[in-house]
T-cell receptor
Framework: RKEVEQDPGPFNVPEGATVAFNCTYSNSASQSFFWYRQDCRKEPKLLMSVYSSGNEDGRFTAQLNRASQYISLLIRDSKLSDSATYLCVAYPLYGKLTFGQGTILTVHP | EAQVTQNPRYLITVTGKKLTVTCSQNMNHEYMSWYRQDPGLGLRQIYYSMNVEVTDKGDVPEGYKVSRKEKRNFPLILESPSPNQTSLYFC????????????FGSGTRLTVV
């Protein structure tokens, strides 16, 4: 079983839609969680950290459920510029990040 | 500008010819890491370093070496590259590793023929 698993996607949504991605992790010792965004052939960029209490940044909301070992990302009012691959990351040990395979999102007019 | 700089951006080489991909960060970060990204396999960690002279293996360390002699630099060495090391490589750094995410370099696209 992969340490971090994501919805395979791809997700194709119209502008203005709300879309949610889920990600499960297998290592219960994981301490920190993040969502990254990666545009085609470019470097991943940190989108947001994920906290136990849930956190919001504009149109983006991240949630963590430690009991069920999953994290989620909700994007409201999708924009064309949100089209990208979204990677979830679990951090079980110092220095040893584990990435999910990514979920492709395409937002169309 | 705070950044992670990798060089070269593109490299085509032949099997067995030793090469080094350089990585440098100007943010005084303690943690640095190398990843490779392949279609269908996602990002996989090769090696990471928690400080000068402290390195450890990631998930796919075979065929790679690293060194951390200075805090800012973390080169990736392929002593005898093989075609299965053809990939997109990313270097990344982080202040502490846990509370903060990693900042990635722009990537090095390596082709071994």
């Amino acid at each position: 079983r992969k340490e971090v698993e994501q919805d395979p996607g791809p997700f194709n949504v119209p502008e203005g839609a709300t879309v949610a991605f889920n990600c499960t992790y297998s290592n219960s010792a994981s301490q920190s969680f993040f969502w990254y965004r990666q545009d085609c052939r470019k470097e991943p960029k940190l989108l947001m950290s994920v906290y136990s209490s849930g956190n919001e940044d504009g149109r983006f909301t991240a949630q963590l459920n430690r009991a069920s070992q999953y994290i989620s990302l909700l994007i409201r009012d999708s924009k064309l510029s949100d089209s990208a691959t979204y990677l979830c990351v679990a951090y079980p040990l110092y220095g040893k990040l584990t990435f999910g395979q990514g979920t492709i999102l395409t937002v169309h007019p | 500008e705070a950044q992670v700089t990798q060089n070269p951006r593109y490299l085509i080489t032949v099997t067995g010819k030793k090469l080094t991909v350089t990585c440098s960060q100007n943010m005084n970060h303690e943690y640095m890491s190398w990843y490779r990204q392949d279609p269908g396999l996602g990002l996989r960690q090769i090696y990471y370093s928690m400080n000068v002279e402290v390195t450890d293996k990631g998930d796919v360390p075979e065929g790679y070496k690293v060194s951390r002699k200075e805090k800012r630099n973390f080169p990736l060495i392929l002593e005898s590259p093989s075609p299965n090391q053809t990939s997109l490589y990313f270097c990344a750094s982080s202040l502490t590793g846990t509370l903060y995410g990693y900042t990635f370099g722009s990537g090095t696209r390596l082709t071994v023929v």
